[in-house]
């Protein structure tokens, strides 16, 4: 079963802290995603990647950097973590553009 | 800017009945239109894709329509559960390899027995 795998579930990081989400997908898709989803904003990408090396700021990239060193691994990178960075993050990876995305199950990350 | 409207109110619908969910997008030509299922939780999951030359697509249960007149895409589920009780999502797209989606904020669906 072609899979897309968070390194966490749950996340618990202190403010000021670099943190880092880790994200891996065994489908050889081109394209990765980092998003974020709160009550009531629903999901707002974060950053995405289409090649290896390769990156795009999505709506909300300030805060967040992001790095894609092989095709299989996409890491979202809170340079230094804010009370207003905790949310549910989730990465997602697609072949095309235009496909159906296969999204991870989520890390919930709580900046404390 | 691009908008796209999910009713943000809660659909609740007795077990048997079909439910329709709506996706309204404004300043926007997608040329594919997809629909996702998300649990409390839990990463949303792929359901259907319609193209933009496709009035309506089946799958199982589930119907989707595609208006690129009203700028509209109507979501049915026939015959309902409880187990479809959940949000669901719709993001128009481009045909751009290296596109990206933007979602629409979700309609929760309650199927009750």
């Known amino acids: 079963d072609v899979k897309v795998t968070q390194s966490s579930r749950y996340l618990v990081k202190r403010t000021g802290e670099k943190v880092f989400l880790e994200c891996v997908q065994d489908?050889?898709?081109?394209?990765m995603f980092w998003y974020r989803q709160d009550p009531g904003l629903g999901l707002r990408l974060i950053y995405f990647?289409?090649?290896?090396?390769?990156?795009e700021k999505g709506d909300i990239p300030e805060g967040y950097s992001v790095s894609r060193e092989k095709k299989e691994r996409f890491s979202l990178i809170l340079e230094s973590a804010s009370t207003n960075q905790t949310s549910m993050y989730l990465c997602?990876?697609?072949?095309?553009?235009?496909?159906?995305?296969?999204f991870g199950s989520g890390t919930r990350l709580t900046v404390v | 800017s691009q908008k796209i409207e999910q009713n943000s109110e809660a659909l609740n619908i007795q077990e048997g009945k079909t439910a329709t969910l709506t996706c309204n997008y404004t300043?926007?030509?997608?040329?594919?239109l997809q629909w996702y299922r998300q649990d409390p939780g839990r990463g949303p999951v792929f359901l259907l894709l319609?193209?933009?030359?496709?009035k309506e697509k089946r799958k199982e249960r589930l119907k989707v329509t595609f208006d690129t007149t009203l700028k509209q895409s109507l979501f049915h589920i026939t015959a309902s559960q409880p187990a479809d009780s959940a949000t669901y999502l719709c993001?128009?797209?481009?045909?751009?390899?290296?596109?990206?989606?933007?979602f629409g904020q979700g309609t929760t669906l309650q199927v009750k027995p």
């Open positions: 300043n926007y030509s997608p040329a594919y």
């Open positions: 997602a990876s697609t072949q095309r553009g235009w496909e159906g995305y296969t």
């Open positions: 319609i193209r933009e030359n496709e």
């Open positions: 990647s289409y090649d290896v090396k390769m990156k």
């Open positions: 993001a128009p797209s481009g045909s751009s390899n290296t596109g990206k989606l933007i």
């Open positions: 489908m050889d898709h081109e394209n």
